[in-house]
């Protein structure tokens, strides 16, 4: 019956996925009169996850709390297809939503493929092509698309990767990317940082340069690399403020700090949650990351982006120029960000450039070819194209 209520369950478990299905969450919430919102959380990061939570004022239906200390990504794995595998058997969606490129993504397609319950993949067609970095997000987002009925692709770029592995062309819609829709609820023009020392940096108003380091690939003398590049960046401009949280892993921590502590104008902080983040991010100058969703979310706000990877599966913004891979090399990292911070006409090249991720409608998008996909709707969903900032 075309007109009963379809139920869909949306599936995460870490702070990116959550920030980037939380405004499809609530727009599915606005169409009560088709669609029944089943939320299941794994708490593959369960701090983190739920500030987002808190942020959104999303309400879980499910809470896995699947987490536990220095798990191996099988034994993550196994915990999350038992839990995931209860729930789809009580609730029997219609649909299953999963994001981007986490084991909760991977698992949750899964599961839901041995019940045989169609899945809706949000962020389909990122690829790096190297199954090593990252790690193991590729082999993660290639195994979900080989699974899923519905793709929605970010740019155009995912969709013809898709393509390339024969997904069928009429299941592959170009959305924008979410986290764009995420920023724009996020972002406050006179924010108040709960990080009380974020407040006084700022209110200094000099420049800052925002760091984050975490990824595995990078870990030991890579990211022994990337610090001290950084260490000499502090030392030659010390009027700008390099602002670093640092991520609670050990390894990264110990690196950190042996490297960049007691330098007065390098902020060694607590990681921060998804609020405080993004609107330190659109105070900054430059940053500095191995993030994958910093490198869609920066852009966005016209700041200039150095990657610290060999590879990126958002190979978009580097086409258009908001975003240059560095990778680990110290002297590469130096050379790059310096040159950014002292030459104008290189840095407003950067800022200037299109933004490829998206206009704030990938929420609208999806939600719509998903009430066209059940025969609710026939209306036409144009596909996000990028435009040159105004």
Known sequence: MKNQVKKIAVIFGTRPDTIKLAPIILELKKEKKFFKVVSIATA????????????F???VDYDLDIMQPNQSLAVLTKNAVEKLDEVLQKEIPDLVLVQGDTTTTFVGSLTSFYRQIPVGHVEAGLRT?????????????RLT??????????TDTAKKALLKESMPSEKIFVTGNSVIDALKISIQKNYEFSATVLNKIVSEKKKIVLLTMHRRENWGSPMIGACKAVKKLAEKYPKINFVFPVHLNPVVKEVVHNTLENIENVFLIAPLDYLDFVNLMSKSHLII????GVQEEGPYFGIPILVLRKVTERPEAVKYGTVKLVGLNEKKIFQTADKLLRDKSAYNKMASAVNPYGDGLAAKRTVQIIKNHFGFSKAEVKEFVPKKRK
């Not at 990351?289 to 994958?292: A, E, K, L, M, V």
């Open 145 to 154: 698309s080989a699974i899923s009925d519905l793709h929605f692709a970010p």
């Open 289 to 292: 990351t191995d993030s994958g």
């Open 44 to 55: 593959q990061h369960r701090q983190m996850l739920d500030q987002v939570l808190d942020v």
């Open 129 to 141: 092509n190297d199954k090593a970095n990252p790690f193991p997000e590729e082999i993660n987002r």
């Open 57 to 59: 004022k999303i309400y």
